[in-house]
């Protein structure tokens, strides 16, 4: 559906007519591995002029929706507000430190009380604080899938994205966003 040549609004979750997701929802594809919509995005979409066939503008529409989600999860510290940060304090190859539970612990809301009770951990060798959006993944993406797919676990805690989610539930979490 389209409400103007600029404003790209649609209907229904979108399906991969092709490629390695062929048949599956790009939305749901989304929250399960952002970063091959990231990758389509920064590869074939942003720096194109023409953005005129349904796939452009839908991967643009997912990637903005996005990045406009703010995080539901409260904050582990105080209990009251939103999570708005994270940090990253250990290697993944840490084993004692690497579950999605323990680097729950890095993250905090806007209330500096609960950054600093973030820097007081005993393993808070914290290298660099992150503000908890979506293209921030695209930033810190590795080469290691298994930490890729840790922070695609947190943000999926962050953003209290259900462990079954189907793509009209996921195509809704963007479209309310």
Request: charged share 20%.
């Amino acid at each position: 559906m389209f409400l103007n040549e600029n404003h790209y609004e649609p209907i229904e979750p979108y399906i991969f007519k092709s490629g390695k997701n062929e048949g599956k929802y790009a939305e749901k594809v989304f929250f399960d591995n952002p970063y091959f919509i990231f990758y389509i995005y920064n590869n074939f979409i942003q720096n194109y002029q023409n953005q005129n066939n349904e796939f452009q503008k839908h991967m643009k529409w997912i990637v903005d929706r996005a990045n406009s989600l703010n995080p539901t999860m409260l904050c582990t510290h105080c209990q009251k507000n939103p999570v708005r940060f994270f940090a990253t304090n250990f290697s993944y190859n840490d084993s004692e430190h690497n579950s999605v539970q323990e680097g729950l612990r890095y993250s905090f809301c806007n209330n500096s009380k609960c950054k600093d009770k973030v820097r007081t951990l005993p393993t808070a060798q914290i290298s660099t604080v992150y503000p908890i959006k979506y293209f921030v993944l695209d930033k810190i993406s590795t080469a290691n899938p298994f930490e890729n797919r840790y922070y695609v676990g947190l943000f999926k805690k962050f953003f209290k994205i259900p462990a079954k989610l189907t793509p009209e539930k996921a195509f809704n979490i963007l479209f309310d966003a």
